[in-house]
C-alpha cells in the first residue's frame, strides 16, 4: 500500500506539504517524492511491489501531466503490449501505463480498468486535477477543501488534519473533474438479474474466484495469506496453494485461552501443506494497541475496532518477523452471499437490498479494516473476493439462488468448491463465525468490561448526550467513539453509521453487532 497526496493552493509551502504527506509514512517506506507544478503539490510514499527498482517511482510524468496511484492494474503487461510504439516505458511498475490510457481514452479509461486505485492525475498546462478511486473502495482516498475552497486529496483522512475543516471518504466507482463527481461505475447495482441455476451458478464463482486469486498472485515481492480457518480465507489460500504450484505461507491469530479459529487454521494448513505461523494474543495486547488500532483506522465503529484488533496485531507480527509485503485476505465474502443476520431476510428484494447497501458501504467497514490494519504495518493487501469479474457476477445472480434456503449460509459458495479437494468437507461446511469472535470470545468480553469500568452510570449518560450523530449506545461505543474524537476532531462523518444487523427485520434487533447475539448462531462459535 502507497500513500498519495495531492494539494493546490497556497496554505501549504513544500515544507508543510511534506510534513502532512509523511503522517502516513508507514504506508510507503521505501521511497518518498514531491513534485511541484506551479501551486500543486503531489506527493508519493512509495511500498515497492511491481518493478520494485528506482524506475517503479512515482509521479509519472507523460508531458504536462503527471500521475499519483496507490494501486494494482491486474493485466497492465496486456495494455503495455498494445500502447508499444506510441509511448516509451522506463520501467516495470504495472502504475506507468496510466498516463498513457489517459491520452488515449480519457476519463472512460477508469471504467476499463481491473484494477485496485486511488489515483490523482494533474495536468501543468491546464492546471486541472483529475482524482478517481476503484468501484469497490479497496484503496483509500478523502477529500475535502481548504479555507480558500481549495480541494486536497490523500490516502488517509489523517494526512488532510488541520489543512481541511472537513474530510469526507471518495466515493467508490467515482471520478471527480472540474468540480464535481461522476460516477463511472456502480457495482452494487446490477443492470440485469442472472438466473443461472445452481449448478451453473457455482462453476462460474469458482471459475471467477480462481482468476481472481491468480491474478493476485503476481508481484515482485513475498507474498503470504491470513488464514482465519473460516470459509473465506481458507478458499483464498486452497487455490493459491493449487495454482501457485510451491509452498506458500500462512499467519493465524487467536486468544490465548479461548481461541476458536486456531484449531481450523491449522487443519487448512496442514492439509494444504503451507508454512503456517500462529500467533496468540492476550488481555494485555488487546488493551495495550485500543487507542493505537481507533487512531489507525480513523473509526469509531464497534464491530470494525473489535475486528482490527486481531488483524493489526498479526500483520503487525508478519511486518517485524518475515520479508512479506503482500498479503492475501478473504474480504468481502459477507456482503456478497450474506452473514449470519441475513438468514433473516424477509424477502429476496430485501436480500439484495442489503446486500447492494453493505457493498456501496464496503470502503467505511471491512475494506477499511483490511486496508489500515495491513498497511499501517508497511504491507499491501489484496482482495480475491473483490476482484470486479466476481462482486459484477454474484450481485447480479439472482437473490433467490444466494438466500439461505439450504439450511447453511453461503452455500453457493460452498458448492463451488465441493469437487477437487480443495478443502476437508467439514471445513467447506462449516458455520461461519465473525472473525472479532472466533479469534475468541473472551476478547469482546475484555473490552466490554474495560469500558463498563471506565465510566460510572452518570458519566455514561452525561458524556453520550453531548453526540447528535450517530451517538454512543453502550459503554463500549462511547470509549471507542471519545478514543476517535482525540485522533480525529470534529471528523465523526468519516463514517456513515454503526455497522448492525438490519434491525428491521424480525430477528435482528440486538443491541450489540456480533452475531453471538442471533438466534441462528448456533455452532457459530465453536
Same mark, same amino acid.
Given at each position: ?86 509511448? /516509451?516505458?522506463?520501467?516495470?511498475? %504495472?502504475?506507468?501505463? #496510466?498516463? =498513457? !490510457? $489517459?491520452?488515449? &481514452?480519457?476519463? +472512460? ?18 492546471? /486541472?486535477?483529475?482524482?478517481?478511486? %476503484?468501484?469497490?473502495? #479497496?484503496? =483509500? !482516498? $478523502?477529500?475535502? &477543501?481548504?479555507? +480558500? ?378
Amino acid at each position: 500500500m502507497c500513500s498519495i497526496m495531492f494539494y493546490k493552493g497556497r496554505r501549504l509551502d513544500l515544507e508543510a506539504f511534506t510534513k502532512h504527506l509523511r503522517r502516513t509514512a508507514y504506508r510507503g517506506p521505501d521511497m518518498e517524492r514531491v513534485m511541484t507544478e506551479g501551486d500543486a503539490f503531489l506527493g508519493f510514499e512509495r511500498l515497492a511491489i511491481m518493478g520494485p527498482d528506482e524506475k517503479g517511482m512515482q509521479p509519472f510524468c507523460l508531458g504536462r501531466r503527471s500521475v499519483i496511484c496507490n494501486g494494482e492494474i491486474y493485466g497492465f503487461e496486456k495494455i503495455r503490449k498494445s500502447l508499444e510504439g506510441r509511448y /516509451e516505458f522506463s520501467g516495470n511498475s %504495472d502504475c506507468e501505463v #496510466i498516463l =498513457p !490510457l $489517459y491520452e488515449e &481514452y480519457g476519463t +472512460d479509461m477508469f471504467a476499463m480498468l481491473d484494477a485496485e486505485f486511488a489515483m490523482v492525475i494533474y495536468d501543468g498546462s491546464t492546471a /486541472e486535477a483529475v482524482a478517481a478511486r %476503484d468501484p469497490i473502495g #479497496i484503496r =483509500p !482516498l $478523502y477529500y475535502g &477543501y481548504d479555507e +480558500d475552497g481549495m480541494i486536497a486529496f490523500a490516502s488517509e483522512p489523517r494526512n488532510l488534519l488541520d489543512l481541511c475543516s472537513r474530510i469526507m471518504p471518495f466515493p467508490p466507482g467515482h471520478y471527480w473533474k472540474d468540480g464535481r463527481f461522476v460516477c463511472y461505475m456502480d457495482i452494487s447495482s446490477p443492470e440485469n438479474i442472472v438466473k443461472d441455476s445452481a449448478e451453473t451458478a457455482a462453476a462460474k464463482i469458482r471459475e471467477h474466484l480462481v482468476e481472481g486469486v491468480v491474478k493476485r498472485l503476481r508481484s515482485d515481492v513475498p507474498t503470504g495469506f491470513l488464514l482465519s480457518g473460516g470459509l473465506d480465507s481458507s478458499l483464498v489460500c486452497a487455490v493459491a496453494a493449487r495454482e501457485s504450484g510451491r509452498t506458500i505461507r500462512t499467519f493465524s491469530i487467536g486468544m490465548d485461552t479461548d481461541p476458536i479459529d486456531l484449531g481450523y487454521a491449522r487443519r487448512v494448513a496442514t492439509y494444504l501443506g503451507t508454512e503456517h505461523t500462529e500467533i496468540r494474543m492476550d488481555k494485555d495486547d488487546v488493551l495495550d494497541v485500543l487507542d493505537e488500532v481507533i487512531g489507525i483506522l480513523g473509526s469509531w465503529d464497534i464491530t470494525t475496532i473489535r475486528a482490527s484488533i486481531g488483524m493489526y496485531l498479526v500483520c503487525r507480527y508478519i511486518h517485524e518477523h518475515t520479508d512479506i509485503k503482500v498479503l492475501l485476505t478473504g474480504e468481502v465474502s459477507d456482503e456478497l452471499f450474506g452473514y449470519k443476520y441475513t438468514d433473516f431476510a424477509p424477502s429476496a428484494e430485501e436480500f439484495q437490498a442489503e446486500a447492494e447497501k453493505r457493498v456501496r458501504e464496503l470502503n467505511m467497514y471491512d475494506v477499511l479494516r483490511a486496508d489500515r490494519c495491513i498497511s499501517a504495518n508497511s504491507l499491501e493487501a489484496r482482495v480475491p473476493f473483490g476482484d470486479i469479474g466476481f462482486v459484477r457476477y454474484v450481485m447480479a445472480l439472482s437473490p433467490e439462488r444466494k438466500m439461505n434456503t439450504y439450511g447453511i449460509g453461503k452455500y453457493l459458495l460452498r458448492k463451488a468448491f465441493e469437487e477437487g479437494d480443495y478443502l476437508p468437507h467439514d471445513i467447506l461446511m462449516r458455520e461461519k463465525a465473525a472473525f472479532s469472535d472466533a479469534v475468541g470470545h473472551s476478547m469482546v468480553d475484555i473490552l466490554k468490561a474495560y469500558a463498563e469500568a471506565f465510566y460510572t452510570d452518570e458519566e455514561f449518560d452525561r458524556y453520550k448526550a453531548g453526540y447528535s450523530y450517530c451517538p454512543p449506545f453502550t459503554k463500549e461505543s462511547l470509549l471507542y467513539r471519545q478514543i476517535f474524537d482525540r485522533h480525529y476532531p470534529g471528523q465523526e462523518r468519516l463514517i456513515a453509521d454503526y455497522w448492525m444487523p438490519n434491525r428491521k427485520w424480525k430477528g435482528c434487533d440486538t443491541g450489540d453487532p456480533s452475531a453471538r447475539y442471533l438466534s441462528n448462531y448456533g455452532k457459530s462459535g465453536t
